[in-house]
C-alpha cells in the first residue's frame, strides 16, 4: 500500500557477512560487535512502473495446496486466508523459545530477478543455521505475504489484512514447532510487522526487537505522499486502508517481563529515528520495557540495521540483561557516557 518499497533490510552479503561474525561476538557477550565486512542495504524505491501482482493464488485458498509443500502453514483469520512460507533451523529443537524475523519489504523489480528468492533464501538458511549453532537459540524465518513462497500481494503490504495473516500465521507455526516462547525481531517494514503483533493480543512474546521500524505508518506515508506529489490521501483515509502499530499502542497486553528494544540510526534517509523514538517513549509511558538503542546503520541510506537486531534477539532469548543487549549493539554510547562522566568529575 505504501508508494515506496522501504526494501530489504540486509542483502544476501550482508546477511553472509552477519553470520560469520555472529560467533566471536557471541562468545564474549559484552565485546562489541565486529563485522567482518560492511553490510551493503538493498534499499531503494520501487520502480512506479512496475506492480506486485498476487503470488499463490491457488494454495491461499486451500488448505491442501498449501499445505502439500514442506515448511508452509494454511491460515485462516477475518479478512480471508493465506498459504504462508517459513523455515526454522535445526539446532536447539528442545527448546520451546524461538526468535522469530520479519524481513523488510522487497522491491518489485528485485522479485523479477532471474533466481532473487531462491538465491536469498539459500543464503538466509545458511546466515540463520550460522546464528542458532554459535547462540544455542533456534531462528525462525516467516515470510511475508507475496514474499519468500508466500501467497498474497506485497503490494498490499501494511494493511490490517497483512497483519492478520502474520499473526495467525505465528500461531500456525508456533503450534506445530510446539513453542511457547517468542523472541520477535524485524528490519523495516519487517518491524512495523513486529509491532503490529504486540498490539493484537499476544501474551506469548517475551522480547521484541524492532530495527530501523517504520513505526508511524500513516504519518511516514502521508510525508510520503506529500514529497513525492502522489495523489493526496488524508490521513484519516490512510487510517482505514493501513494498519498503524503506532495508534494502537494500548492494546499491548501489560506483560511485565516483555522487553521492547527499538534499533535505529539517526542518519537513516528511509525510516526516521525520530518516529521510532517516539514509539519507545509512548510505550514506556504506557508502563511497558522500553528502549531506543542508537545504532550504526549500513548501506548507502543508513537503513540496515539487521546485524545488530538479531543478535540482540538472540541475547534476549537467552536471558541476557538490557545492560549486556545494549552495550552488545551500541558499544560506542557506553564509551560516550563513560567520557561524560570523567569529564564531570573533574
Given at each position: 500500500m505504501v508508494g515506496a518499497s522501504l526494501g530489504l533490510g540486509a542483502s544476501l552479503v550482508a546477511f553472509a557477512a552477519m553470520a560469520l561474525s555472529f560467533g566471536a561476538a557471541h562468545a564474549q557477550q559484552t565485546r562489541p560487535l565486529a563485522l567482518a565486512a560492511p553490510l551493503p542495504s538493498l534499499a531503494k524505491p520501487a520502480s512506479p512502473a512496475i506492480e506486485h501482482t498476487a503470488q499463490l493464488t491457488a494454495e491461499g485458498s486451500s488448505k491442501q495446496l498449501c499445505e502439500s509443500v514442506a515448511d508452509r502453514v494454511f491460515v485462516r483469520h477475518d479478512l480471508g486466508t493465506a498459504c504462508i512460507s517459513y523455515f526454522a533451523t535445526s539446532g536447539a529443537t528442545q527448546s520451546r523459545a524461538a526468535v522469530v524475523y520479519f524481513e523488510g519489504d522487497v522491491p518489485a523489480a528485485d522479485l523479477l530477478k532471474p533466481n532473487f528468492t531462491k538465491n536469498y533464501l539459500t543464503t538466509l538458511r545458511t546466515a540463520f543455521k550460522t546464528f542458532a549453532d554459535r547462540s544455542g537459540v533456534r531462528f525462525v524465518f516467516i515470510a511475508r505475504p507475496g514474499l519468500f513462497g508466500s501467497s498474497g500481494n506485497h503490494a498490499a503490504r501494511r494493511s490490517s489484512a497483512e497483519m492478520l495473516t502474520m499473526n495467525a500465521a505465528l500461531d500456525a507455526v508456533k503450534a506445530r514447532l510446539k513453542l511457547t516462547d517468542i523472541v520477535l525481531a524485524g528490519q523495516s517494514g519487517g518491524s512495523t510487522v513486529a509491532a503490529a503483533l504486540l498490539t493484537l493480543g499476544r501474551r506469548d512474546i517475551t522480547c521484541t526487537v524492532l530495527g530501523s521500524g517504520l513505526l508511524s505508518v500513516v504519518e511516514i506515508e502521508h510525508a510520503h505522499r506529500v514529497r513525492e506529489k502522489l495523489p493526496a490521501i488524508r490521513p484519516a483515509v490512510l487510517?482505514?486502508?493501513?494498519?498503524?502499530?503506532?495508534?494502537?499502542?494500548?492494546?499491548?497486553?501489560?506483560?511485565?517481563?516483555?522487553?521492547?528494544?527499538?534499533?535505529?540510526?539517526?542518519?537513516?534517509?528511509?525510516?526516521?529515528?525520530?518516529?521510532?523514538?517516539?514509539?519507545?517513549?509512548?510505550v514506556q509511558a504506557l508502563g511497558h520495557r522500553a528502549t531506543a538503542i542508537e545504532v550504526k546503520g549500513q548501506g548507502e541510506l543508513m537503513h540496515s540495521v539487521a546485524h545488530h537486531t538479531l543478535p540482540a534477539a538472540a541475547l534476549c532469548a537467552r536471558g541476557a540483561d538490557d545492560a549486556t543487549i545494549r552495550q552488545a549493539v551500541a558499544p560506542q554510547q557506553r564509551a560516550v557516557a563513560r567520557t561524560v562522566t570523567a569529564r564531570a568529575g573533574r
Open positions: 487510517q482505514v486502508l493501513l494498519y498503524d502499530p503506532t495508534d494502537r499502542l494500548d492494546w499491548i497486553e501489560p506483560i511485565q517481563s516483555h522487553r521492547i528494544f527499538v534499533l535505529g540510526d539517526p542518519a537513516d534517509k528511509r525510516t526516521p529515528f525520530t518516529q521510532q523514538r517516539r514509539f519507545a517513549e509512548r
